[in-house]
């Protein structure tokens, strides 16, 4: 907890005060010094969790896009409005009533950001965020914005460097969404647009619907999704911006079109619409689209609860539409792109398989329904703010399922073409549901400078050097002592002999005493029918796919190789790992046949290892000569100096005036360590590079931490027969701090 919260109360509360979406009810709880929840059945047990003495705000939440104090570049903010504040001074154990002893603000002060859409929000000391918040509410102090700005949600947006900046397009798709709304209520005059612009740009001719008595002719109404994908299909982006251009004329968008749509799913030519032909469709179709459309909108601008609730039953109706599925929600994602996620086949296989989100999928036609939609929102939403989390809004998210590649493009589109096989059978073949998906990724390249700019505080030489001989010996072990960045150092090096970052390329896995032979290669596991099936480990794993693409290379990492039994673990396969040997002539056979009853394999050229090993810890086996034999070892120093410096106090934030006595510090324990006890065991420089960026003024508090439970009890293990000495060198490390 930071310092300058040490006598914040417990919990302070936010709490909304409009019932009925426009009865605010401020005036009253001012007058009778009451807050009251407007709910008979909702928020009962947070309101009676309320204590004497917590402080309490009433708050207002929206959206805005103009007159804000801060050059927002187009894009809509969220704003929370705090009208008065308070001291909670009884609660009435009701589920309803508080007495506050309220202080009207006047005028009313705008927070930015960091908002709450729900009627009471419980706000907790200790992260910066909300530390801001309640200094800024309570105590009437200035929000930082650029640090908001900065943050990993909204740095995208508000904070990055103009040059810096990725999905520009966002902003045009939000604008073409404002307009398309005022179409709701009439909308002959946005298909007629609509034709005349198919009639002089290529690439409109499937607006073409099919009537009942089996004639064809120009379609006579439109949902605002579809009006968005005519610019959103399988086309040349040059098309996609002549479309997207005429379009915005036809909508009055003053929005600039954008330069590249990188990351945007797009739907499958062969049914780019989100309804059914005429004679399939249903009376209300159209209708339930536009009401989803408009309800997202709504819920966007504004925290009522009602919102929510009317945006759930209006998704749920539109998931009913025939042919919508799960492209409602890439939809929504045109339309809102900072608010709502897509859910097209490449960001479910990336939610499910990297960030192991659960998908429930309940609704027509295989998609989920409202509340397991907005489920996930609200749980990627509260994950966005972490730094370390790998995506940090739902264009980030979409963009990284873009460049996943686990599945090749190939299952991706089987697996969409056929996602809702089995419910519709009975159609015919045009009427099948088609998903929209991302277009083919790009490679994203890798490179020695990759690994620095990354924040390696080996030069680059130290870098090829390390390349040179994974290149030529094929399998390298990166020993060390603690902390010095071997398994950090390990992937990237990965990647530069890529060439490219592709996470599926690199199969990583931790060695430990149980950890067989029949885990790493092949072996026989149990299914779920209760039976054994032989089945490859990630070893085979990787050979199948180097085998598979020889023209690209791949690599197994091997964390902690001497934790487990190496010579075990990789049985016949470890003759086989010598670079002279990897060719199909010197073939050996596995233990275990695979399918087909085959039996001999060889490691492909294109296959590398990397191994680490800490050479610190006692309880692990010294590795045999015949592991030694086939790797190249190098060893990774302690890394402090000039890189490290520039690195930690321009990216992590350490106090300028404070790092170089933090080095000296480690600098003269690693000297009395290797003097006692051997350069292996000294303190690598992990241990002392923040894994996010520190708070202004916290570089003490944060080296002193880090001493105290991480660097102390690692000398109280090396130094377990003579705890004195452990401790002296503890106190000499953090002396005058």
Known sequence: MSTQTADIAESNWFVGAIYGRTDDQTPRFLEEGIWENGYDDKHLDLVRSMRTGDRIAIKSSYTRKHGLPFDNRGHTV???????????TENLNDGK???????????????????????????????????????????????????????PYWRERFGAADNQRRFRWTVFYEAVAEKLLAYQNDRTPLIEGIHEIASRVAGLSYLQDNFADGSTGPLKDICPFTAMGIFNRSMTDANRKTIAGELAKLLGVDAPVPDSFEGVPVLNNQRSWFFGFSHKRGEGDI???????????????????ELRSELLNAYDSAIQVWG?????????YWAYPWDFPTLDIQSRNYITKHLGLQLLSSGQQGACDAESYLKLLDDLKSRFGEESYPVHSFPELSHASWVYKDLDDKTARAEAEDSAEDVIKSLDNDDRVREAMQSAPPIEPYSVADVVKDGCFLDRGEIERLLGRLRTKKNLILQGPPGTGKTWIAKRLAF????????????????????SYEDFVRGWRPTGDGKLALA???????IKAALANTSSTFVVVVEEINRGNPAQIFGELLTLLEADKRTPSEALELCYPDAEGNRRVHVPENLYVIGTMNVADRSLALVDLALRRRFAFVTLEPKLGETWRDWVVTERGIDPDLVRDIERRITELNEEIANALGNQFRIGHSYVTPAHRLEKGATKDWFRQVAETEIGPLLEEYRFDSPKQAKDAFERLVAGW
């Open 536 to 542: 490859n480990g990630v070893f085979m794993e990787a």
């Open 287 to 305: 209708d339930a689209l536009w009401n989803v459309f408009a309800a997202a909108s709504r819920f966007v601008d504004s925290d009522q609860p």
């Open 97 to 151: 009533r508080v007495r506050v002893e309220w202080t009207k603000l006047e005028p009313a002060r705008e927070w930015y950001f960091f908002t709450h859409r729900g009627t009471v929000w419980r706000v907790l000391p200790g992260e910066w965020r909300t530390d801001g918040l309640l200094a800024f509410a309570f105590e009437g102090k200035p929000q930082d914005i650029e640090r908001f700005c900065n943050a």
């Open 324 to 332: 919508v599925a799960w492209n409602l929600s890439t939809g929504l």
């Open 78 to 88: 969220s704003v929370m409005t705090i009208k008065a504040i308070g001291t909670i």
């Open 496 to 515: 530069a002999l890529m060439g490219e970052k592709d996470e599926s390329k690199v199969r990583a896995v931790q060695f430990h005493p149980n950890l």
